[in-house]
């Protein structure tokens, strides 16, 4: 059974500094999606990373894909408020999707 | 508009009634599907629609939860006898069918069971 855990669940960054978001899954998934979950909205894609090795991105953030170690990052570089929202990752079993638990960032001044 | 619509936005209703979601997804999308979003949790797969065909309906939490997408577009989820554990988000996403491209998800229902 495809299990998808993100860590950490919550994360509080000053503007301006990096981090990075971790999702492991635990059986081989051949598709891995990132989506924003701004509060009482819906899921925005923000990434599909289709192979070993695939890496995305899209101003402040890049996502990246390693399907042997069964994980993905999303690093944020240089964090602006606007980031502020809950991230989940999602990998791919046949065609549905089983996503992590989130993590919430919150960015401040 | 161009994306997902769901209706309606908010539905409250009390334990032990019938209630329907609908999901009008992006036209041309083949591939439909509803997932169930508890608060503070990531969504959980209910049921997934190719065309009119349901391929795969692991998902549903038990035989009160039907879905149909009887002509292809247009998909119902209905939960009959409701009860509180049923209150959650329920979210709809249609696709292409490729794997390479993203699922497009509506604003979804936010159901509350009294």
């Known amino acids: 059974e495809l299990k998808v855990e993100q860590n950490p669940l919550f994360l509080s960054m000053q503007e301006g500094k990096n981090y990075t978001i971790y999702c492991n899954y635990s059986?081989?998934?051949?598709?891995l999606y990132w989506y924003r979950q701004d509060p009482g909205k819906s899921l925005e894609s923000l990434f599909v990373?289709?192979?070993?090795?695939a890496v995305k991105q899209e101003g402040r953030l890049m996502a990246s894909l390693d399907t042997k170690a069964r994980l993905s990052t999303l690093h944020i570089t240089a964090a602006v408020h606007d980031l502020s929202a809950t991230y989940f990752c999602?990998?791919?079993?046949?065609?549905?999707?089983?996503f992590g638990t989130g993590t919430r960032l919150q960015v401040f001044p | 508009g161009a994306g997902v619509s769901q209706s309606p936005r908010y539905k409250v209703a009390k334990r032990g009634q019938d209630v329907a979601l609908r999901c009008d997804p992006i036209?041309?999308?083949?591939?439909l599907f509803w997932y169930q979003q508890a608060l503070g949790q990531g969504p959980e797969f209910l049921t997934y629609?190719?065309?009119?065909?349901?391929?795969?309906k692991s998902g549903l939490p038990s035989d009160r939860f039907f879905a149909e997408r009887p002509e292809g577009s247009v998909s119902t989820l209905k939960i009959q006898r409701t009860q509180q554990e049923d209150s959650a988000v329920y979210l709809c996403?249609?696709?292409?069918?490729?794997?390479?491209?993203?699922?497009?998800f509506g604003d979804g229902t936010r159901l509350s069971i009294l």
């Open positions: 996403a249609s696709s292409r069918g490729f794997s390479d491209q993203p699922q497009h």
């Open positions: 059986t081989t998934s051949d598709r």
């Open positions: 990373l289709l192979s070993n090795g």
């Open positions: 999602a990998a791919r079993n046949t065609d549905k999707l089983i």
């Open positions: 036209s041309g999308h083949v591939s």
């Open positions: 629609f190719q065309n009119e065909a349901q391929l795969d």
